[in-house]
């Protein structure tokens, strides 16, 4: 997992929560055929409230980012 921090000494969760955003944000709040949408709600809720589910967070943006990269539909 990424909880170490980078050479600017920031973790991924204040990346996350900084710089990052608004693309977590695009990612994960714009619809996916790939999650339910309730389930990632309460995901994101739970994470903007607790940095600790910060990998959960990414792995999920990621996934979601490979998916509109490569154009996969469900």
Known sequence: YFA????DNRSLADW???PWRPLI???LQ????LFDANGLRKAMLSYQSNTRDANRIFQLAMLEAWR???RITL
């Open 68 to 70: 509109r990269h490569y």
């Open 4 to 7: 170490h921090t980078g050479p």
């Open 25 to 27: 944000d695009d990612l």
């Open 16 to 18: 996350l929560k900084g």
């Open 30 to 33: 714009g619809g996916s055929p």
